[in-house]
């Protein structure tokens, strides 16, 4: 069983809905959660990051997170055809300098106009 | 503009032989990372390097090789033991213990 499940996709919505993503997670030590979304053929960018349990927006973006379930969550409201990309979960522990980062394997989303 | 740079943006390999891929951070990140992602996958960490002329094993080194000679420099070899190079290649820093920023990827070809 991997560390970190993410459904792969495709997840493929109207333009305007709002688009629900997920990974779970086995291992309790993991203290920040990132997500990142990822175009094709480029580098992953960082959408949010958050340390604590609870929700976190910024704009049309919301990150959850559910240490009980080892569960977190990222909404993005009034998607739009720009918003189609692989969107990755990351999570790590806090230590000194060099953080290692367990990735999940990405969801890719589609919105269509 | 302060980022991260790869290079090349594609590259070819034959058989046997080494090729090094090239990645620069002016942004005065203390920790860079290499990994690899193949279709449908996630990132795997490769090496990563906390401070200039130390560096240490990810999950999957072997076939790959390092140096950090300079703070904002981290190159990556991939020789010719590794078997399967085809995949696309990326390049991060951090501040610390921080949040990863990834440069632009090198896709890396065996022909």
């Known amino acids: 069983q991997k560390e970190v499940e993410q459904d792969p996709g495709p997840l493929s919505v109207p333009e305007g809905a709002i688009v629900s993503l997920n990974c779970t997670y086995s291992?309790?030590?993991?203290?920040?959660f990132m997500w990142y979304r990822q175009y094709s053929r480029k580098g992953p960018e960082l959408l949010m990051y958050t340390y604590s349990s609870g929700n976190k927006e910024d704009g049309r973006f919301t990150a959850q997170v559910d240490k009980s379930s080892k569960y977190i969550s990222l909404f993005i409201r009034d998607s739009q055809p720009s918003d189609s990309a692989t969107y990755l979960c990351a999570m790590g522990v806090i230590k000194a300098a060099g953080n290692k980062l367990t990735f999940g394997g990405g969801t890719r989303v589609l919105v269509k106009p | 503009d302060g980022g991260i740079t790869q290079s090349p943006k594609y590259l070819f390999r034959k058989e046997g032989q080494n090729v090094t891929l090239s990645c620069e951070q002016n942004l005065n990140h203390d920790a860079m990372y290499w990994y690899r992602q193949d279709p449908g996958q996630g990132l795997r960490l490769i090496y990563y390097?906390?401070?200039?002329?130390?560096?240490q094993k990810g999950d999957i080194a072997e076939g790959y090789s390092v140096s950090r000679e300079k703070k904002e420099s981290f190159p990556l070899t991939v020789t010719s033991a590794q078997k399967n190079p085809t995949a696309f290649y990326l390049c991060?820093?951090?501040?610390?213990?921080?949040?990863?920023?990834f440069g632009p990827g090198t896709r890396l070809t065996v022909l």
């Open positions: 291992n309790s030590a993991f203290q920040y």
């Open positions: 390097s906390q401070i200039v002329n130390d560096f």
């Open positions: 991060a820093s951090s501040s610390g213990a921080s949040l990863q920023f």
